[in-house]
């Protein structure tokens, strides 16, 4: 099976297929950014099309009811949306555990962009667990989750 994964970064212990930045624990949000592959924006330009070719030349027309979203660094288109659709940037997904992680006590464990930046996450660890049956031990995370190409709703998920 094929990985999805673009760029990521992790704490702890080496993560599914072994991919991505290792960072020592308590990283600053910036660092993350940075190592997880989340240091770019997602900008938007109006959809044009050519209609009427004659030999190489033809006429270019707009369709204002929709927008093309590309990534700041390469460039690389993301997706079209509809000119309501409101973007979440990657940065905002990591800006949201800001206060988490400096104030209550959750850890980063791990970040990353996948399929191209069209969709990207980053989990927690909450501090919090329990015991089940037995001796094995269940802790808590939140999930952060967001996609660009309608694919997905941003989403916080406790898991």
């Known amino acids: 099976m ?3 994964v673009e760029t990521m970064a992790y704490a702890g212990a080496t993560p599914w297929h072994g991919l991505g930045n290792n960072l020592p624990q308590k990283q600053p949000i910036e660092v993350w950014q940075r ?24 006429t ?9 979203l590309f990534r700041s660094d390469t460039k690389a288109p993301l997706s079209v949306v509809s000119q309501r659709y409101h973007t979440v ?12 992680t400096e104030v209550s006590g959750y850890e980063l ?12 996450w980053a989990l927690a660890r909450t501090g919090q667990g ?6 094995d031990q269940v802790n808590g995370y939140l999930l952060l989750a967001t996609s660009c190409d309608g694919t997905l ?6 898991t």
């Open 60 to 68: 270019i027309h707009s369709f204002p009811e929709q927008k093309v």
């Open 130 to 135: 329990a015991a089940i049956k037995g001796n």
């Open 153 to 158: 709703a941003t989403t916080a998920t406790p």
């Open 89 to 100: 940037q990657p940065r905002e997904v990591l800006e949201f555990y800001r206060d988490l």
């Open 35 to 58: 190592e997880a592959g989340m240091d770019w924006q997602i900008l938007e330009s109006p959809v044009h099309f050519k209609s009427d070719a004659i030999g190489h030349l033809g």
């Open 109 to 120: 464990e791990t970040a990353g962009v996948l399929t191209g930046g069209r969709k990207f």
């Open 2 to 4: 094929a990985h999805l």
